[in-house]
C-alpha cells in the first residue's frame, strides 16, 4: 500500500490563480480531511468527508472547495488563491470512528 | 463551539525530567483521543491514543490518562531525552459530526 499520497509537494501561486491540490489513499478508507498548518500553528480542519459523495466543512472552509467522487480520491480546490493560503496542507484517511489516522506528507504553498 | 485546548504552548525540560501536556474538549460525547508528535517539516506521527472506556495507557516512557467527568487528557513523557524534542499535538474524535480537532500544538524542548 502507498498510504495517502498528496501531490503537489511545493507549488508557489499568484494571488487570484486557482489550483488543486490531489489526494489519493489505496486503503478502502471511509473518511478523509484536509488540514492547513500555518506556521507555528496546529492543524485546522478545513474539510472532511465520510465517504464518496459526502462532503462537509470543517473549521475553516473558506475559499476551498472539495467533492469526493471516489473512495479513493479527495482534491482540495483553491479557487481564487490568496496569500492568507500560504500555509502547509495535509491530507488525512481514517476508517470508522476511532481509528488510526494517516497522514500524507503534506504540500507546501505559497500564495505571492 | 467544538474545540480542544492545549497547554502548556511550549516546556521546557532538562534531560531525565519528565514532561506533562494537557487538554481540554468540549464535546462530551468524544470517544477518542490521540497524541501526535510533529518534527520541523514532517507530517504529524501517532505516538498514542485512547479510548473513551480506558482511563489510562501506557507505552514504554508515554503515558496517557483520561478524565471523562473534567473533559481533559493527558501526555506524560518521562525520562525524557533529548530526540523528544518536537512538536506535540492532542486531538479529539467529535462523536457528534466525526470530525477530529486538534489542539493549538505544545513545542517540547528536552536540554541536554
Known amino acids: 500500500n502507498a498510504g495517502v499520497t498528496q501531490t503537489p509537494k511545493f507549488q508557489v501561486l499568484k494571488t487570484g490563480q486557482s489550483m488543486t491540490l490531489q489526494c489519493a489513499q489505496d486503503?478502502?478508507?471511509?473518511?478523509m480531511s484536509w488540514y492547513r498548518q500555518d506556521p507555528g500553528m496546529g492543524l485546522r480542519l478545513i474539510h472532511y468527508?465520510?465517504?464518496?459523495?459526502?462532503?462537509d466543512q470543517g473549521e475553516v472552509p473558506n475559499g476551498y472547495n472539495v467533492s469526493r467522487s471516489t473512495t479513493e480520491d479527495f482534491p482540495l480546490r483553491l479557487l481564487s488563491a490568496a496569500p492568507s493560503q500560504t500555509s502547509v496542507y495535509f491530507c488525512?484517511?481514517?476508517?470508522?470512528?476511532?481509528?488510526?489516522?494517516?497522514f500524507g506528507e503534506g504540500s507546501w504553498l505559497t500564495v505571492v | 463551539g467544538e474545540n480542544v485546548e492545549q497547554h502548556p504552548s511550549t516546556l521546557s525540560v532538562q534531560e531525565g525530567d519528565s514532561a506533562v501536556i494537557k487538554c481540554t474538549y468540549s464535546d462530551s460525547a468524544s470517544n477518542y483521543f490521540p497524541w501526535y508528535k510533529q518534527e520541523l517539516g514532517k507530517r504529524p506521527q501517532l505516538i498514542i491514543d485512547?479510548?473513551?472506556?480506558?482511563g489510562e495507557k501506557k507505552d514504554q516512557r508515554i503515558a496517557v490518562t483520561l478524565n471523562k467527568t473534567a473533559k481533559h487528557f493527558s501526555l506524560h513523557i518521562t525520562e525524557t531525552q533529548p530526540e523528544d524534542s518536537a512538536v506535540y499535538f492532542c486531538?479529539?474524535?467529535?462523536?457528534?459530526?466525526?470530525?477530529?480537532?486538534f489542539g493549538s500544538g505544545t513545542r517540547l524542548l528536552v536540554r541536554p
Open positions: 485512547i479510548r473513551s472506556n480506558v
Open positions: 468527508s465520510v465517504g464518496a459523495g459526502i462532503t
Open positions: 486531538a479529539a474524535i467529535l462523536h457528534s459530526s466525526y470530525k477530529l480537532i
Open positions: 486503503m478502502n478508507h471511509e473518511y
Open positions: 488525512a484517511s481514517r476508517t470508522g470512528k476511532g481509528n488510526t489516522i494517516y
